[in-house]
């Protein structure tokens, strides 16, 4: 689940930042926030990421589909009338980075947090 949080991330990163310059400054800021508050957990998850997948190849699988599965998202808002589209879009940028910042994410699922804390 972090290792999906933190790919997804750069990936939304990157299109939001492309497509809404202006929301660079705060996305970043949002970013920034939350891998101070989870820098210990995103350290682990990146250090578990390997063996998890030399287990286990899908879980590269799994990586990729869910990038595959952002930009249908991002591309469907495209698709849409600008004036709603765009509006969806630049919500759903703000949206991500505001709930990492938020802590929202420990809530949502304490599992995956309550284990990041645990591993040494």
Sequence with gaps: MMKMTIQGSDYLRQR?????????????????????AEAAGIRKAEAI??????????????????EENLKS??????????????????????KHFADLA???????TPNAYRYLDEAK
């Design 16 to 36: 939001c930042i492309s497509k809404f310059p202006e929301l660079q400054s705060d996305l970043e800021a949002n970013l920034a926030k939350w891998q101070v």
């Design 49 to 66: 990421w390997p063996s998890m997948v030399e287990q286990d190849s899908t879980f590269s699988a799994m990586l990729s589909a869910m």
């Design 73 to 94: 998202i991002l591309e469907s808002f495209e698709r849409m009338p600008p004036d709603v589209g765009q509006k969806m879009y630049m919500h759903a940028c703000s």
């Design 102 to 108: 938020s802590g929202v994410w420990r809530q949502r």
